[in-house]
C-alpha cells in the first residue's frame, strides 16, 4: 500500500489529490508535500473545504534506488492492469484507484537538466477547471498537446493525465524544474499552496502569476540506438530547421525539422525510450 496522508474538512468540497515521484528520482515533489503535510498534520494548515489527500511517493522502491523506475515507467501505463506482472503494473492499479476517487490530482514531477524551466501540462486544454488551475501558477510555460503525439507513436500515454480524463477528472501535470534543484522544491510548494488557495480551501491570497506562454508540442523522438546529443540542450532551448540535435555511434544523425523548441532532452535516455520532445510557441 502506498502511503497517502488524508486532511478533511467537514465542508462539502473537491477531493484534491497531490501526487510525488511517480518516477522515483525525482525528489523535488516529495520534499514539497512532505512539507505541506507537516503544515497540515500540526494544524498549521486547515483545509477550509473538501479534502486534501498527498502521496508522496508513487514509485517507492524506484525512489529508495533514485531511479526513474524499475521495470518500466509508470507514467505510461496507469490502468486497471487484471492480471499485473510488472512492479510498476501494481503501483498503476493502486494510482487508478486513488485518481477515481478524487476530483482533482496534481502530479508533480521534475526534469533532466541543471537550469531546466518549470512547466505545467495542460492536456486537455477543453477542461475548464484544469485552465483555471493552470492560469494560477507561477509558473511562465504551458505546453498543450502532449496526448496527441502519443496518438500514432509506438509507445502508449497511460498517463495519470489520461487515466484522470478517461475517469472524467481533472489533472496537471507539473514539472517543477531540474530534479535536484532547491527551486524546484519550492515551485512544487508554490503549486501546492496556490492551487489550494485558488480553490478556497485555504484563505490568503496566492502569487500574481506571470504571463504565460503556451507550447504546442509536436512530436518526440526515440532512441533507436547508442549515440548522444549534439550539445548539452536545456529544456525549451530554441532550435532552427536543418540544426543538427542528436547523433548515433553508426554514424547518423538526428536533424531538426522545423523552428521552434526543443523539451525535455534527455542525455542519459535508455534505447527504446523518449529522447526528446519538439514544440513551438502558439
Ligand atoms: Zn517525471
Not at 478524487?102 to 518549470?118: F, G, R, T
Not at 506562454?213 to 523522438?221: E, R, V
Not at 530554441?238 to 542528436?246: D, K, M, N, R, V
Not at 523548441?261 to 529522447?275: R, S, Y
Request: glycine fraction near 6%; proline fraction near 6%.
Amino acid at each position: 500500500m502506498l502511503k497517502k496522508y488524508v486532511f478533511r474538512s467537514n465542508r462539502a468540497g473537491y477531493n484534491i489529490l497531490f501526487l510525488g515521484a511517480i518516477h522515483g528520482n525525482e525528489p523535488a515533489g516529495t520534499q514539497a508535500i512532505s512539507t505541506a503535510v507537516q503544515k497540515f498534520a500540526s494544524g498549521a494548515l486547515i483545509p477550509l473545504k473538501g479534502t486534501v489527500s498527498f502521496i508522496p511517493v508513487c514509485n517507492p522502491l524506484a525512489f529508495e534506488r533514485n531511479v526513474r523506475q524499475i521495470d518500466e515507467n509508470l507514467n505510461r501505463i496507469i490502468r486497471r492492469w487484471n492480471n499485473p506482472t510488472t512492479y510498476e503494473q501494481n503501483l498503476a492499479n493502486e494510482l487508478s484507484a486513488e485518481i477515481e476517487a478524487a476530483d482533482i490530482i496534481i502530479d508533480l514531477h521534475s526534469s533532466h537538466c541543471p537550469d531546466d524551466k518549470p512547466f505545467i501540462f495542460n492536456d486537455y486544454p477543453d477542461d475548464h477547471l484544469a485552465c483555471r488551475l493552470s492560469s494560477v501558477q507561477n509558473i511562465e510555460y504551458v505546453v498543450e498537446g502532449w496526448p496527441q503525439i502519443y496518438n500514432a507513436a509506438p509507445i502508449k500515454d497511460y498517463s495519470t493525465g489520461s487515466w484522470a480524463k478517461i475517469c472524467g477528472k481533472t489533472c496537471l501535470t507539473v514539472e517543477c524544474g531540474y530534479h535536484l534543484s532547491d527551486t524546484a522544491v519550492k515551485t512544487a510548494y508554490h503549486v501546492i499552496m496556490n492551487t489550494l488557495l485558488s480553490l478556497d480551501v485555504l484563505e490568503g491570497f496566492s502569487s500574481v502569476p506571470p504571463k504565460q506562454k503556451y507550447i504546442a508540442m509536436d512530436g518526440f523522438f526515440i532512441k533507436t540506438g547508442s549515440g548522444h546529443l549534439a550539445r548539452p540542450f536545456k529544456h525549451l532551448d530554441p532550435i532552427s530547421a536543418g540544426e543538427l540535435l542528436a547523433f548515433y555511434d553508426n554514424g547518423t544523425s538526428v536533424v531538426c525539422p522545423q523552428d521552434g523548441f526543443i523539451m525535455l532532452p534527455n542525455p542519459n535516455a535508455a534505447v527504446g525510450t523518449e529522447w526528446f520532445y519538439l514544440g513551438h510557441q502558439k
